[in-house]
């Protein structure tokens, strides 16, 4: 007993003195097996939004509270946290982003550092000169708009390929844009694809050429599956065994990574159900630490078939649910393949791109009503977004019967003023990205002129006036998968150049906090589950390095995350 009391003196940093201990801390409870204590919490439950220390039991948290009304549930066997001032906060969800893309990124050249075309050039050489001679290439995460300078020669921006098919002759090269609608390939890539001159732009996609009609290397949204087929081509000699083995360290790379960035739970924006099986499997096997949500994105055919069988909420302990569909209309602004209602302003021939038609998506929403999955539509440009409520609210419409479906639109960046109420009234989600809003204020008034831009581009708090839920995320890898820059973007809307972009219509610090917790957890459907750090709900618990609610702006890039607490298990200690 003695050596009891004296553990809950040291681990309760002396709220309870031993020899009132009884008295001074209440009833003996049945004990934890993981305290947090020292902290500030930051609940996200208005009952009661901050404390100093909380209670797990398994992997649900059973108390959280004062120092004193926690330290009883000390005992001999529990893992006590100290977090020394730290803030810890509901586990961080990113509502959308690309799980496999994540690690497979990391198997790839890493082009986001890149200043210059020059640059990229450089880092094809040097992998030319240590691959064996037709071996393919690969890297993701250049951006033309984001280099120190304008890449000479070019066409609309986009460098062309002969620098880089002369460094890598014998070689295939496939380069992802950072927002990945569009691939670079060189002169190998495509003599493979059997591109030319007189190839002609599939159905949603652009093939970017110069005056005389050659293709530069610059392939837009659908147009890059001719490079991609060529490469998935050389891929199938590979063994079913290397497939596998490099598929299964994908997920291990991308959980280890969102995990050491404070996620505890993602929404997965998009896999085949051949890759859903394999997340099943690494969840039977204890692989998978992060909690995830994923959305099916496959034909209607494919859906129609195996829609039924795939739906799954909660499997594996909460860390696999699949009740969602996932579509992409358009494109992106950095591509100029988002889909707008008027021609960009840098490019006045073109209104972007429609990926799929709208038929198509019609006969989804069906498919996603009738088998009662959510539906999750990419629309990024104001017509897009218009075809997507459209879409969302004719199919309400004709169900009204089916009521709290929670269908998302996902990136939500540019909308007509007249579709901004549209969202709340319909109960439409706006998942959206506060990175991208900063990532690409360099380039956004350039493609659709200031009146556009401040009428309808990352409009955060015109939507949440209106009644929208936000949902917040990074697309990652199209952004790092790092929340802080993003919780940075969302309440400064600071880029790294430049004045704030639009700063009326920044969030504030708990309207940041509730789109990466709360928000994320009922666009989900598991706001009962996880979002706010409540007794019953699950012990998802992410701890920040500084008070990233109370510190100046200019500090929030600096704190770090140092423990992601999943299901009452430690699966990140910095």
């Not at 019953?536 to 500084?546: F, M, P, Q, R």
């Amino acid at each position: 007993m003695l050596h009891r009391l004296n553990r809950l003196v040291l681990a309760g940093g002396g709220a309870c003195l031993a020899a009132a201990m009884l008295a001074a801390c209440g009833p003996r409870v049945e004990p934890a097996t993981m305290v947090l204590r020292n902290g500030k919490i930051v609940t996200v439950d208005d009952s009661k939004p901050e404390a100093q220390a909380l209670a797990i039991r398994g992997d649900r948290i059973v108390a959280v509270g004062s120092e004193e009304e926690i330290a009883p549930y000390i005992g001999d066997a529990t893992e006590v946290i100290d977090l020394q001032g730290q803030l810890a906060v509901p586990g961080l969800i990113d509502s959308h982003l690309h799980f496999t893309g994540i690690g497979r990124a990391k198997l790839g050249l890493d082009l986001t550092k890149a200043r210059t075309w020059d640059d990229i050039v450089q880092m094809v050489a040097d992998a030319a000169a240590k691959a064996k001679p037709g071996a393919w290439i690969v890297g993701r995460g250049w951006h033309q708009e984001k280099w120190d300078k304008v890449p000479e020669p070019n066409v609309e921006g986009f460098p062309t390929h002969d620098a880089l098919s002369k460094v890598s002759p014998d070689n295939p090269v496939l380069l992802t844009h950072a927002s990945g609608h569009a691939t670079f390939a060189n002169a190998k890539a495509m003599e493979l694809a059997g591109v030319t001159r007189r190839t002609p732009d599939p159905p949603g996609g652009e093939i970017i050429r110069d005056r005389r009609g050659n293709p530069i290397g610059v392939f837009v949204e659908n147009a890059a599956g001719l490079i991609s087929r060529a490469y998935e081509a050389d891929r199938a000699k590979m063994s079913d065994e290397e497939k596998t083995a490099e598929a299964r360290e994908v997920v291990k790379l991308a959980d280890q990574d969102v995990l050491s960035k404070g996620l505890t739970s993602v929404d997965d924006a998009g896999s085949d159900f051949g890759t859903i099986d394999l997340f099943k499997q690494m969840v039977d096997q204890g692989q998978v630490g992060v909690r995830l949500y994923v959305m099916a994105r496959t034909s209607n055919e494919e859906l129609a078939k195996h829609l039924a069988a795939y739906r799954m909420i909660g499997y594996g302990d909460n860390h696999l649910t699949v009740r969602a569909i996932k579509v992409v209309l358009d494109g992106a602004l950095g591509s100029r393949s988002a889909w707008m209602l008027e021609p960009y302003s840098d490019l006045p021939t073109s209104t972007g791109i429609e990926r799929v038609p709208l038929d198509t998506v019609r006969e989804t929403a069906k498919l996603a009503i009738d088998q009662d999955y959510q539906l999750c539509i990419h629309a990024i440009g104001d017509r897009a977004n218009r075809e997507v409520l459209n879409i969302y609210e004719e199919t309400f419409k004709a169900h009204p019967d089916k009521t709290g479906l929670r269908w998302r639109d996902e990136h939500t960046q540019h909308l007509s003023a007249q579709d901004i109420p549209r969202f709340g009234q319909l109960g439409v989600i706006a998942s959206m990205q506060g990175i991208h809003c900063t990532s690409d204020a360099s380039y956004v008034i350039a493609r659709l002129g200031k009146q556009r831009a401040e009428e309808g581009a990352y409009v955060w708090q015109k939507l949440m006036k209106s009644g929208a839920l936000i949902a917040n995320g990074t697309d990652a890898p199209v952004e790092d998968v790092d929340p802080i820059p993003n919780f940075y973007a969302s309440v400064t809307r600071q880029p790294k150049n430049g004045p704030p972009f639009f700063p009326n219509q920044k969030m504030t610090r708990m309207e940041a906090l509730k789109s990466y917790t709360i928000n994320g957890a009922y666009a989900d459907f598991e706001e009962d589950l996880k979002g706010s750090l409540v007794a019953g709900k699950l012990a998802d618990v992410t701890v920040i390095s500084k008070d990233i609610m109370t510190i100046p702006d200019a500090e929030i890039p600096t704190a770090q995350v140092t423990y992601t607490i999943v299901g009452g298990k430690v699966t990140y200690k910095k």
